[in-house]
């Protein structure tokens, strides 16, 4: 029993009803948002260190015992997830105060980024399947404030087709866990790995496992469920782009990740056979959508597609390199989009258009976000050192121990593609003659936003360089995911 | 054009005083009996709307001045407070406590700290409720 595995959850969760009030004072709601987050990663990164030097942390409502009151878990994989959450949300938080516009401040936002924290958080900690449903819910809630606060014509069109697709997967969530109680009888995710174990997976039990796919598929956005991102992640304005882009769909990533190592483990020559080829095409759909835009924002929110793929490919081979791999890679992930998106964003806000050929020339005027452009861009293909590198290393050797030749070098192929897709964008937006912009922000406002663009893209450098003192956490992530056993004792015969 | 409207006007003073009680009843009955926060939450606020039909928005507004939002945050505080306590005591988080007293004129009771967490639950419903209802009401 260990409460204290709550607090990256709650703190948000506090400072988003504290924040209720007072919507009139900016000072109050940036100052409050920022304290919350700071304190609540404060309290995240000792849970990291925690779970690091004791092991798995567990909490169980109301004292009742294990399988029956609703249980959270902080194993290596979530500390590391909510860690990563909370020191992005800072960022973002920090560059949102000169560029979502005070209009958008005054009405709710601090709130909805707070509820958004508290959601992706619980998720990432909850032990109890229906509890991560509900967790679900809360951060789909506030992702629906985010995505349409402003009310500006496009974003009512994004988030109709947001807010419906993801009505949609939430029901299937619910019928499958309904399915799932129906058949196991229990709803503690240890306890459900260990019913399945002990029946020994029937086909029904396979059946399940395709529909959770589909449900978390829909909304990490696998091939070929990811119709929906495109249109409504680019209605969204950059400072919740760059909070969407880099949490969102890896919490369906997560998801899937964790039902696949922890419950559906006795018929991998199906259902992660499936998942392997999914995490293919899903690749190769991302490549082809991010080659085929000349707009900015759809260039970088294909490239979530393309990691999403690279990842599950990663949970597929089902080996421990293979999932150190994935770990490695989810969070570079998190990081390298919360970069990236910002990164646009300035562009954007620099250029006043996201078309690639109405840009040109920002070389001249900006050359520092030139060159920090430049190694994001090299961080995502994976160049080593910087942050993909170890990630895709580990999920492609991951691949070749496993015995899946082609489909590993197939994704070693894509980096090729990644790197063409976001170079395009330094070719077409930072070469060439200057061009006629209308910017949206001043000089000033945007070196603003630079300084926490920057800071991210400076923790990815570290994380990439760094990643020998990070290892000894991602192995252990690696090892709890190839082996349930360790989860499922420290839930279920822990003290 | 004037509507007469006094026989709705002078039924729904009476009748949301019945409701309200009736919301307030079914909040205490939880817990053991059905009821609770959620239902009483929803009774209390379908009272209201009665008040908002019978006059108008702004008129309930006088009688009633209160900030549905705000109404909403202090249930949202009054919920999580009552389930971080144990905390404190180094209980794990959403233990309740209870036990029984004997009070004055109702006699022995038991008072049980999930009717806090309820109570909260309570403001949330009718802030939240009324809030969507004002929204929708208020665009003409």
């Known amino acids: ?32 948002a920022m304290f919350g987050l700071i304190l609540a990663f404060i309290s995240a990164v000792s849970l990291l260190f925690t779970v690091k030097n004791e092991g798995v942390q567990k909490i169980t409502f109301g004292g009742w015992p294990e399988p029956f009151g609703i249980t959270m878990v902080s194993d290596m994989v979530s500390a590391l997830l909510v860690t990563t959450t909370l020191l992005l949300a800072i960022f973002i938080v920090w560059y949102s105060f000169s560029s979502i516009g005070t209009a958008r401040e005054h009405f709710y936002y601090y709130p909805a980024i707070m509820m958004i924290i508290t959601g992706v958080n619980g998720a990432f900690t909850t032990g109890d399947i229906f509890n991560m449903f509900v967790f679900f819910e809360v951060l789909l809630m506030a992702s629906y404030v985010l995505i349409v606060l402003g009310g500006t014509r496009a974003q009512l069109a994004g988030s109709i087709k947001y807010i419906l697709i993801n009505v949609i997967s939430s029901a299937l969530f619910v019928i499958a866990i309904a399915y799932l109680y129906a058949i196991i009888g229990t709803l503690n995710m ?15 039990i396979t059946v399940i496992a395709v529909l959770f796919l589909m449900v978390f598929g829909l909304k990490a956005a696998i091939f070929p469920l990811y119709f929906w991102l495109p249109t409504s992640y680019a209605a969204a304005p950059p400072p919740v782009l760059a909070l969407f882009g880099a949490l969102l769909t890896k919490v369906g990533v997560y998801a899937i990740m964790r039902t696949y190592t922890l419950f559906f483990i006795h018929d991998t020559a199906y259902t992660h056979e499936l998942l392997l080829w999914l995490s293919v095409f899903t690749i190769l759909a991302g490549c082809i959508g991010a080659l085929a835009y000349f707009d900015v924002k759809q260039i970088i929110i294909y490239n979530i597609v393309i990691a999403v793929g690279v990842i599950l490919f990663g949970v597929a081979q089902m080996n421990e390199t293979g999932l150190q791999g994935a770990m490695f890679y989810l969070i570079h992930d998190m990081i390298i989009k919360a970069a990236l998106f910002m990164l646009v964003g300035i562009i954007v806000y620099k250029t006043g258009t996201t078309n690639l050929r109405k840009m040109g020339g920002l070389m001249k005027s900006s050359p520092t976000l ?43 192929a894509t980096s090729l593609l990644v790197l063409l897709s976001v170079i395009r964008i330094f070719i077409y937006a930072f070469w060439g003659e200057e061009k006629p912009v209308q910017p949206i922000l001043t000089n000033a406002e945007t070196t603003k936003l630079f300084i926490p663009t920057a800071i991210v893209i400076i923790i990815s450098i570290a994380y990439g360089v760094g990643a020998e003192y990070l290892t000894p956490f991602m192995s252990d992530a690696g090892r709890l995911l190839a082996d349930p056993s360790i989860y499922v004792d420290a839930v279920l015969k822990g003290e | 054009m004037k509507t007469n409207d006094v026989i709705i006007q002078f039924t729904a003073k009476i009748v949301f005083f019945i409701i309200f009680f009736f919301a307030i009843h079914i909040f205490l009955a939880g817990h053991y009996t059905p009821g609770g926060g959620f239902v009483g939450g929803l009774l209390a606020s379908s009272a209201i709307v009665l008040l908002v ?22 249930g949202l505080i009054i919920a999580l407070a009552t389930a971080s306590f144990p905390m404190l005591l180094g209980d794990p988080f959403f233990t309740h406590y209870f036990d029984y007293f004997t009070l004055p004129l109702i006699g022995k009771t038991s008072l049980h700290t999930a009717m806090l967490f309820d109570t909260g639950v309570f403001l949330v419903v009718v802030g939240v409720t009324m809030t969507i209802i004002q929204t929708i009401g208020e665009d003409e």
């Open chain 1, 370 to 412: 030139g060159w920090f452009y430049l190694i994001a861009a090299f961080g995502l293909a994976g160049i080593p050192p910087l942050s993909g590198f170890v990630g895709k290393l580990l999920i492609a050797k991951g691949g070749f121990e496993a015995g899946n030749t082609w489909s590993s070098l197939f994704v070693l």
């Open chain 1, 190 to 204: 240890a306890d459900i790995s260990v019913k399945i174990a002990e029946i020994n997976q029937p086909a029904i």
């Open chain 2, 53 to 74: 039909l019978a006059f108008d928005i702004n008129t309930v507004r006088t009688i009633i001045p209160v900030t549905y939002t705000t109404l909403t945050a202090c």
């Open chain 1, 1 to 32: 029993m260990n409460n204290f595995v709550l607090l990256p959850i709650i703190i948000p969760f506090f400072f988003g009803m504290v924040l209720m009030f007072g919507q009139k004072s900016l000072r109050f709601q940036r100052g409050g």
